[in-house]
């Protein structure tokens, strides 16, 4: 593995096999690459993986530029591609990174294979504004603590939730010691709010996986499946059970998936 910042954007390269082709992970609000971590082996022996925590988050630098958007999103995606010597990269990206996954291919297709949208809309969505101003109310209200206990009732099942709590507070602690700045949180949740491409779907030409859980509490598979309709060359998967988190709980199921797509 080799490793570096650049335009205050932390990246990570993990090697493939020889020839093999670059897949760039991109995650959701949270932003880190250590989301991706269930995926990794299973990516390891087929492809080399470029993982980065997006700006504002994690190792990255924890400010953003102005007018901070999904469009920027792509274009820090871009920024990454450059900084590890990537030509063009198979894209996969959970909600935030799966938008921005989207922006990539209306601003810069030529960069772009076959791109992987986890959990992502093409246009505002009503329940997922209530989901988001609960959460930022709470994180305005009480601070990052709260904010990251509640953030379990989006992401996860009830019943996964009742038989892992000792996994959640374990990683509770983790995420209220790392979390961004609130006026990061705030922009970063409001350029997903913002985010709009609906009627530019049918410019987007290459392939795509449109995967969701059908009990995503936090974006409803109903904003996947408009997705997919949309995308001339688009796949819809849907798994049964899984959370917002599905990437985590049903890993297995995803990877197949993912795997056999790329």
């Known amino acids: 593995m080799s490793e570096g910042i650049t335009d205050g954007l932390f990246h ?14 991109s995650a959701g609000l949270g932003g880190s690459a250590g989301f991706w971590a269930p995926q990794m082996e299973v990516l390891a022996e087929r492809f080399r993986i470029v993982l980065y925590d997006h700006r504002g988050t994690g190792r990255s630098d924890r400010s953003l530029k102005p007018d ?39 601003d810069h297709p030529d960069r772009l294979d076959r791109l992987v949208v986890v959990n992502g809309w093409s ?11 609960a959460r ?26 009742s038989e892992n709590d ?14 961004p700045r609130i006026d990061v949180m705030l922009a970063r949740i409001g350029a997903l709010l913002a985010f709009d491409i609906d009627d ?40 049964p059970w899984g959370g917002h988190a599905f990437t985590a709980t049903v890993s297995g199921a995803f990877n197949a ?6």
């Open 257 to 262: 998936r993912l795997v056999a797509f790329l």
């Open 123 to 133: 246009r505002p969505d009503p329940h997922v504004a209530r989901c988001f101003a």
């Open 12 to 25: 990570e390269v993990h090697d493939g096999p020889n020839g093999a082709e670059t897949v760039l992970l």
């Open 68 to 106: 901070h958007s999904v469009a920027a999103m792509a274009q820090d995606m871009i920024a990454v591609l450059d900084a590890t010597g990537t030509d063009k990269a198979h894209v996969v990206g959970h909600a935030a990174g799966g938008n921005a996954g989207l922006q990539l291919a209306l």
């Open 166 to 179: 000792a996994l959640l507070k374990t990683q509770e602690a983790h995420h209220i010691a790392g979390f």
């Open 136 to 161: 930022t109310r709470l994180l305005e209200a009480f601070g990052p603590a709260a904010y990251v206990q509640a953030q379990a009732l989006f992401l996860y099942p009830p019943d996964w939730i």
């Open 200 to 239: 530019r779907l049918d410019e987007i030409a290459h392939p795509v996986l449109v995967a969701a859980s059908a009990d995503d509490m936090l974006v409803p598979p109903l904003l996947s499946r408009r997705l997919a309709d949309g995308l001339p060359n688009a796949t819809l998967d849907v798994v």
